[in-house]
Structures are given as C-alpha cells and as structure tokens.
C-alpha cells in the first residue's frame, strides 16, 4: 500500500532554517503531484508548497521555503530558512495523480489528494 513517512521536524529558533523531507513508497512516483500541508494548533490545515511540471507557494512562505523532489529516491523535501514562530505547526506531505493538481490547478486543495503521511512536528521558538 502507499505509504508517505515524514521525518526532519524539530525544534529551531527564530530566523532559523529546517529541512523536512518525505518518503513515498508503494506508488509510481513520478506520476504522482506531491504538497506539504501544515496545520498549526488551533488552525485549519493549509497548503504550504507544491511540486509537478512546477512549483508552487501559499504567499506567506514564498522566498523562504523551497520544495524539490528527488524522483530516483521517491523522496520530497520542503526547505524552510528565516523561518518565524507562524511557521509552527505539524506539517504534513501529501500525493495525488490528479490531472488537474498535476497540470497547476487546484494545488492547494487539500480534498484533491489521495494519499497523506502522519506529519511531523515543526516548532518555531523565539
């Protein structure tokens, strides 16, 4: 079966930088569109970064957080530098062979993706 496994989340200061990265297994990974969600406490979920023919970002964290992805590990990694405590939250990666997320629409909704991973924990602290 498909499975998604986050690891890297940890404790930072302010205006620190932190990798987190996922590990697909049981899909073809390269047809899939990947996202990382976060949800921090109290808060709905919400989309952070996205990756197929392109890459995209929710506004806020545009200029300080890069996702790539590594087709020969069937791994994605959301890089994250001058990092702040709205920045704490579980964040959670996500697949989907959604044409329409695949193509650049609709990334950032989280109903269009199949598959998800348990999160991992990402604590801003000032």
């Known amino acids: 079966q498909v499975q998604l496994v986050e690891s890297g989340g940890a404790l930072v200061q302010v205006g620190g930088s932190l990798s987190i990265a996922c590990a697909a297994s049981?899909?073809?990974?390269?047809?899939?569109?990947m996202g990382w969600f976060r949800q921090a406490p109290g808060k709905e979920q919400e989309f952070v970064a996205g990756?197929?023919?392109?890459?995209y970002y929710v506004d806020r964290v545009k200029g300080r957080f890069t996702i790539t992805r590594d087709n020969a590990k069937n791994t994605v990694y959301l890089q994250m530098t001058s990092m702040n405590p709205e920045d704490t939250a579980v964040y959670y990666c996500a697949a989907t062979r959604n044409p329409l997320v695949i193509w650049g629409t609709g990334y950032e909704d989280r109903t269009k993706y199949e598959h998800w991973g348990q999160g991992t924990q990402v604590t801003v602290s000032s």
């Open positions: 049981g899909l073809s990974f390269g047809n899939y569109a």
């Open positions: 990756i197929s023919h392109r890459t």
